[in-house]
């Protein structure tokens, strides 16, 4: 797609790992000879931490191929595994053969420990690699550490390097892992790229892709605000440049800029990283502030009951009138006593206070009917899932984390339960900081997470638009309609006058697909689904989006 307009042979910013476009900054090549110096040192434990996206399967790749002939190597991926599920996963790997139906630790051990002797018999080495192995549980841990008491009276016998996040280092410094932290021979901690690397590591991916030495893409300014917005995590930097690239495509611009860069911050990152990183001290201080609140306030639950239900006309008392009580609820969040008071509210700067009266918790009809509001002028059917006219789609779903809603960056309607166990909705309409914005028929409100978290069951729903004739996930070879559609709008968000298909749904439009999952953080299948369609709704402003919603609310009746 666009880097045929930029001049290039492919695009430069996948973040599949291509041995092509291996960069070796100073921090990796000092994390590859630390590995090194581990395996040649022979037994023991190497152990390699860093961040999400810092190059650690980089790394991992360079060591495989510099890795000597006479290695035999098992890697294990999946570390979600018990013990003996691991040794039976090790000695797949390493082609052992053992008796299926007697998979206990003992025979698993011993037949590891005949192929290890065997093969240092041979003059072979033996590698055990574990990825994501800060996942890995106690017990695994320490049958783990008991391979390496296989070994012969001048060295070990097995060779085990455990590749994880930071976590895994603190968890390995825990006293009861101190043996088996004592026997790591070789340890470093990958770190990410300083801005000079940043700007190199841009310019090197670019020239492999094809680009003429003279030539600037990212200009400095442009190459400064990426590194601020990244912190030099190669695959965020790889994410955020491809989505640049893109922009200024669509734009039919030559060189990137910082209102391209900002753009595509929002699209990619959803915050811009310099916003972020500003903002991270006054969290940390209304954090403080809400610890001291709720702490004083649990000395005095009477004055938290009342301060949270104050009789009279609000929702609470309406939601006590209710006719329908609370099922059941299928989350995992647990409902306390009561919410932190709502005057924590304040530390968020010009931000409306939420009402002392919880007046944005709404009962489920009045929630159903202000949240259908947003999205059409017909009158609510009879179930909000159910639209009779085929105009909006729903998506009823649940989530663990308020991180799995952030990315949805459009009005929610939660499914809470209220502390006097009474079913209850709230209009979700973003998150700031530790505060959410919620909606209710006087506008728009800031609540402190820690007030809403408590009651939120975990379920919400949302409506979105879905092309026409859409009523099941599109992939190659389909021909209806809605391909059509599909197409269109890609076409739209490319500002193209050109559909790449018609009703057919051909390998361009798939290659499309795929670039855009890509870029939206899903799984690069090329199947047209729900959630790319709710992304690509989002991209095109097809649906309402979570600021049009406060922003509607806001002006039907103020800042609340």
């Known amino acids: 797609m666009y880097h045929q307009y930029f001049g290039l042979n492919e695009a430069p910013f996948s973040i599949a790992v291509n041995p092509r476009y291996l960069f070796m900054s100073a921090r990796h090549r000092d994390a590859l000879a630390h590995l090194l110096y581990g395996v040649g040192a022979g037994g023991g434990f190497i152990l390699l931490t ?32 018990n013990a003996v599920e691991l040794l039976a996963t090790a000695c797949d790997e390493l082609g052992i053969e053992y008796d299926e139906d007697r998979q206990t630790l003992k025979t698993l051990t011993d037949a590891l420990h005949s192929y290890l002797l065997d093969n240092h018999a041979r003059g072979r080495k033996t590698v055990l690699m574990i990825d994501e192995a800060q996942h890995l549980d106690f017990e695994v841990l320490e049958q783990i550490r008991l391979l390496t008491n296989l070994e012969t009276n001048s060295e070990k016998l097995l060779q085990i390097i455990l590749i994880g996040q930071p976590e895994l280092a603190q968890l390995l410094a825990r006293p009861e892992l101190r043996q088996l932290n004592q026997r790591i021979t070789a340890r470093y901690n990958l770190g990410p790229l300083n801005q000079a690397e940043t700007a190199a590591y841009i310019n090197h991916r670019l020239q492999v892709a094809g680009m003429p030495a003279d030539r600037v893409i990212f200009p400095p300014s442009v190459v400064r605000g990426i590194y601020r917005r990244t912190r030099g995590i190669p695959r965020l930097i790889n994410v955020l440049c491809d989505r640049v690239m893109l922009g200024a495509y669509g734009r039919n611009k030559h060189r990137a800029d910082r209102a391209t860069l900002r753009i595509a911050a929002r699209e990619v990152l959803g915050e811009e990283g310099i916003k972020q990183a500003s903002r991270w001290p006054w969290a940390l201080a209304a954090l403080v502030l809400m610890g001291a609140l709720a702490a004083w306030w649990g000395l005095q639950p009477e004055q938290q009951i009342n301060t949270f239900a104050e009789p009279g006309t609000s929702s609470m008392a309406r939601l006590a009138a209710a006719p329908t009580p609370a099922e059941p609820s299928t989350g995992t969040a647990t409902v306390a006593p009561g919410p932190v008071p709502s005057a924590a509210a304040s530390v968020v700067a010009g931000a409306a206070e939420a009402p002392a009266s919880a007046d944005w918790l709404l009962p489920p009809q009045e929630g159903a009917s202000l949240f259908w509001s947003l999205h059409s002028d017909r009158p609510l059917p009879e179930k909000i899932c159910q639209d009779p006219a085929g105009e909006l789609a729903c998506v009823q779903s649940e989530a663990r984390t308020w991180d799995e809603l952030v990315s949805q960056a459009r009005p929610l309607l939660l499914d809470v339960v209220t502390p006097e166990r009474f079913a209850a909705g709230v209009i979700l309409l973003g998150i700031e900081g530790n505060h959410a914005w919620v909606g209710w028929e006087a506008g728009a409100v800031a609540v402190p997470l820690s ?29 209806s309609a809605a391909v059509a559609e599909v197409a269109r709008l890609f076409a739209q968000l490319d500002g193209q006058p050109q559909a790449l298909a018609g009703d057919r749904f051909n390998q361009a439009l798939k290659q499309r697909v795929m670039i855009f999952q890509r870029d939206s953080g899903l799984e690069a299948d090329g199947v047209v689904g729900v959630q790319t369609l709710l992304k690509l709704n989002s991209e095109l402003g097809i649906d309402v989006s979570a600021s049009d919603a406060r922003a509607a609310l806001q002006a039907r009746g103020g800042e609340g």
């Open 50 to 81: 860093g961040e999400v996206g810092t190059g650690k399967t980089t790394i991992n790749r360079c060591l495989l191929e510099q890795l000597p002939h006479d290695t035999d190597i098992a890697i294990i991926l999946n570390p979600a595994l």
């Open 451 to 479: 007030a809403l978290g408590p009651l939120w069951t975990g379920g919400y729903r949302l409506l979105w638009q879905p092309p026409a004739d859409f009523d099941r996930p599109l992939s190659l070879g389909d021909r």
